[in-house]
């Protein structure tokens, strides 16, 4: 991503990629890659959120079924 700016007639281009915006496309362009980066890293976080909560289940699970056969060896030989 590139700025230049001219202060002769108050422009902005940027750059990106092979694209260049200039003055209010600009500001357009920004904006558009500033949302979609944000959705981006939200979605992200909301995925690894459930990809947590799916781990600390089957976390959960397990232990339960270890102390579950535990329990069962205890009764039987004890």
């Known amino acids: 991503m590139e700025f230049r ?10 750059s990106i990629g092979d694209t260049n915006y200039e003055s209010i496309d600009a500001m357009l362009g920004l904006t558009a890659i500033y949302y979609r980066t944000k959705k981006e890293m939200r ?10 909560i799916f781990v600390l289940k089957l976390l959960i699970s397990s232990i339960a079924t270890i102390g579950l056969s535990l329990f069962n060896a205890y009764t039987i030989y004890r």
Do not use: P
């Not at 700016?5 to 940027?14: C, D, G, R, Y």
């Not at 976080?45 to 947590?52: G, L, P, R, V, Y």
């Open 5 to 14: 700016h001219s202060a002769s007639n108050l422009s902005l281009e940027v």
């Open 43 to 52: 979605d992200a976080a909301e995925k690894t959120f459930s990809n947590k």
